[in-house]
């Protein structure tokens, strides 16, 4: 049910920028970051991905390495952001890749002018060409982390249900509420994505439990399970539904990017949502197979 994307009868509004973030690492930010936008760009609509982690994760999940013109040439502002722009298998899907010296990047914008607001500048020419920008973050607070919560909408958070899940949840909302204040007034927390859940075991349970209690409807519903073919996917250059369509982990990003399309499309109108869905093989839709 998607409308074409070419023509006038598509309006063309600026995107939504969605900071993929949380300061630890291993919790599925850069599987979720990758899954989403392929999942997003699957469903028809614009969509970018920027690698903002200097461990270049993401942009070798789409066999991506060492690219010429990354990131972070657009953020100490050697090129524009537009000719770090990749293709990938997915027609509605582009990435702008990272690459090692990245790393650099912290440091050297410390003495620059706005140093914070580096990717908002650089990404304000782009944000009209697409419907949806996913920015995968780096595993830390710091400068990098800082200029992607200044240009972003909104902030998903990817928690694993692990004893220590909480932990350190605080200081990142602390730093979204220091955002903004001091840089980005309308930048809210879109939501808690639930990763790397095994139902099967009695503590996961109780923590999703107890996540669920705590944060409500700012929980998605969908949840990403351990999958295998989540982890494998990343080796063959591929997100997992060009991997493996027919698994878990395929399936449920299919879900969870119509669940976050449908809670986008509420804010932005011009988002339309997925009706019956066109997401998943005919398959997708959260009660798809209740039937
Ligand atoms: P982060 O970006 O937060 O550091 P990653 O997305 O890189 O986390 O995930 C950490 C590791 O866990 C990676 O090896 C990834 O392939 C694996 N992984 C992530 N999510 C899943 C999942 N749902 N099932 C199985 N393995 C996963
Ligand atoms: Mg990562």
Same mark, same amino acid.
């Given at each position: 049910m998607t409308e074409?994307?070419?023509?006038a009868a598509r309006r063309t509004p600026s995107a939504h920028v ?27 609509r614009r ?51 990272? +690459? ?6 912290? #440091?050297?914008?410390? &003495?620059?002018? @706005?140093?914070? /607001?580096?990717? *908002? ?6 944000r009209e060409?697409y419907e949806v ?20 909408d909104s ?31 309308e930048?809210a927390?879109e ?45 063959? +250059? ?6 493996? #369509?027919?698994?878990? &982990?395929?399936? @449920?990003?299919? /879900?969870?990017? *119509?669940?976050l399309l449908g809670r986008l499309a509420r804010k932005h109108e011009t988002l339309d949502v997925p009706v ?16």
């Amino acid at each position: 049910m998607t409308e074409p994307l070419s023509g006038a009868a598509r309006r063309t509004p600026s995107a939504h920028v969605l900071a993929v973030a949380n300061q630890k690492g291993g919790v599925g930010k850069t599987t979720s970051a990758v899954n989403l936008a392929a999942s997003i760009a699957a469903s028809e609509r614009r969509t970018l991905l920027v690698d903002l982690d200097p461990q270049a994760n993401a942009s070798s999940a789409f066999g991506i390495h060492d690219p010429e013109v990354h990131v972070y040439d657009a953020l100490v502002g050697a090129a524009v952001l537009k000719d770090a722009v990749h293709s990938t298998e997915l027609p509605c899907l582009q990435i702008v890749p990272a +690459g090692p010296d990245l790393v650099g990047a912290e #440091i050297e914008l410390v &003495g620059r002018d @706005a140093r914070e /607001r580096r990717l *908002e500048h650089a990404l304000a020419d782009l944000r009209e060409s697409y419907e949806v920008v996913l920015i995968d973050c780096p595993p830390s607070l710091g400068l990098l982390t800082l200029n992607a919560l200044t240009a972003a909408d909104s902030v998903l958070i990817p928690l694993q249900c692990e004893y220590y899940a909480l932990e350190g949840l605080a200081r990142l909302t602390d730093t979204v509420a220091r955002v903004r204040d001091a840089l980005n007034p309308e930048l809210a927390i879109e939501a808690i994505v639930l990763t790397l859940l095994d139902r099967r075991n009695n503590l996961a349970r109780q923590v999703e439990r107890e996540v669920r209690s705590h944060f409500g409807e700012q929980v998605l519903e969908n949840v990403i399970p351990r999958n295998v073919r989540l982890s494998e996917a990343p080796s063959h +250059g591929k997100p997992v539904l060009l991997y493996d #369509i027919r698994s878990r &982990g395929a399936t @449920a990003y299919l /879900r969870l990017a *119509e669940e976050l399309l449908g809670r986008l499309a509420r804010k932005h109108e011009t988002l339309d949502v997925p009706v019956g869905s066109s997401l998943g093989n005919g398959e997708g839709g959260r009660d798809g197979h209740s039937a």
